[in-house]
């Protein structure tokens, strides 16, 4: 059959490029299963707000609907792409390997990354078979699960994790529908946010403290605390 000049099939992936050549579905976690969790995030920021402590709070609740048993948990700041996270990802192999556990995460991609991933420019980027071996190299023999398909789409993940943060910080996505919202917000958390400036920190660490970006932690200083008298505005 003749195909039509410039149209291109879609290129096919061969079976050894997929992850769930090397990685589990959740439902391989049976009654007695011992399991390690792995939760891994790549910035500091991430773990503040909270996001490793979610991840392993969704894991803990799978692994004990299917009856396993949760024997360890590893969790870890960096990067997967670059490599940074292979240290902690070979100790909780190797914690997993003493205990005769499966090795638990959320997605394919708290194992493994491509090495041009990029969150804004290059989300599309999967681990490929390059990473995916070496993703085997570092964890040997300990079977790999993830709780989504190993092969889910990165929307798919990206879905998932949007949806786990707005139930366990108890959100319902979007901004909230109130009146003076923003001024609600700035008036709870001013007080908290003057002590900690009259202390001494930072903007950037007073805007981790108490959950808001470093622009309104600058706004409020200057708008409010700077007209009482601070010497420090000065």
Known sequence: MQRKRGIRRPRRQHKSNLPSTYIHDIETIQPG???VIWCRVSKCQQKSRGNNADQETDLHTAVEARGGTVVDVVLWVGRASNGNADAGLYDAANRAA????VLLAESTSRYARHPRYHSQHRPHLVAGMIALRDLRWVCGDVMLVTLLDPDATWKEE???QSKRGQRRKGNT???PNKPCYKKRRRERLLPQVRQLYDEGMSYRAIARTVGTHERNV????RRFLCDGGTDKCE
């Open 158 to 160: 990206r879905a998932h």
């Open 218 to 221: 600058r706004r409020w200083v």
């Open 173 to 175: 996505g979007g901004r």
């Open 98 to 101: 003493r205990a005769g556990a």
């Open 33 to 35: 299963t011992k399991v």
